[in-house]
């Protein structure tokens, strides 16, 4: 009998994180997934995984401490067995939108210390652990896939701190996916738009208008299942000759038109 695949979901409590774990749980994966800390929300996520058949495994991990990025694999293999899907979905916003010229070094250190470094470490680990196997030898093939954010492209320079660690991130996705490939292990980016979330509820009104002027080419609020149905595709080797590849789920945002 072949061995379910395993998938890893960085930041799996809520809203996005949560969608991908229960989307791939549908799709036959045993899923693990991990928070800064223990809440009922995230034992929920493992319970709606396991109503779908599937394992679940909740670990208890600061992404942005990168001496940990080795137990954490160590703790899922133990639990569930060897990842071959890695998402990254954990990140931070800004502590607060304002003038690029009021930056603070403490948010600015908080996104790239979370969003680029912790992320490129965890895709370095994984990495890691396919080269020293010589190679994928999964079904489906492994992959890592990267939620950056449109703002990986657009500038919103009142949240300056964040676009920064996006567009780095978006690079850091591109230079594992050159280096993994021949490994057998194809990696994606994903960049969601305008997602109806927990965190972007605070910016719902300014952008509800802005939207219905045509902001988006679909006008309306993107859904975290809409993201969570691109991260299937990817994980069960639906594009398995694209790599390297920003998915957009925007509906159209990043268009260009005049």
């Known amino acids: ?8 979901v960085t930041g799996a409590r809520r809203g996005i994180g949560k969608a991908i774990a229960l989307e791939l749980a549908d799709a036959g994966f045993d899923v693990a997934v991990t928070d800064v800390q223990p809440s009922a929300e995230l034992d929920g996520v493992c319970n709606s995984i396991r109503d779908r058949g599937s394992r679940a495994h909740a670990v208890i ?22 990842v071959s899907c890695l998402v990254n979905n954990a990140g931070v916003s800004v502590l607060s939108r304002g003038d690029l010229l009021n930056v603070s070094a403490e948010s600015y250190d908080r996104c790239l210390g979370v969003n680029t470094r912790g992320t490129f470490f965890l895709m370095q680990a994984f990495g890691k652990r396919f080269a020293g196997a010589g190679g994928a030898m999964t079904d489906p093939q492994p992959s890592i ?4 954010s449109s703002n990986a492209v657009a500038a919103s320079p009142q949240r300056a701190e964040y676009c920064v660690s996006k567009a780095a991130l978006s690079m850091a996705t591109t230079l594992f996916s050159l280096r993994l490939a021949p490994l057998g292990v194809n990696v994606y980016e994903v960049q969601p738009g305008f997602i109806e979330t927990e965190m972007t509820a605070p910016s719902k ?11 988006t080419a679909i006008k309306r609020w993107g859904k975290p299942s809409e993201v969570a149905k691109t991260i299937r595709t990817l994980a069960t080797g639906g594009l398995p000759y694209s790599v390297g590849q920003a998915i957009r789920v925007d509906g159209g945002l990043l268009i260009n038109k005049y």
Request: charged content about 25%; proline content about 2%; hydrophobic content about 40%.
């Open 1 to 8: 009998m072949m061995e379910r695949p395993v998938a890893l």
């Open 145 to 148: 896939i990267t939620i950056t």
């Open 61 to 82: 991990s600061d992404l942005g401490d990168i001496e940990t990025h080795e137990a954490l694999f160590q703790n899922i293999e133990q639990h569930l067995g060897r």
């Open 205 to 215: 009104a300014r952008y509800d208008a802005l939207i219905d002027q045509g902001l």
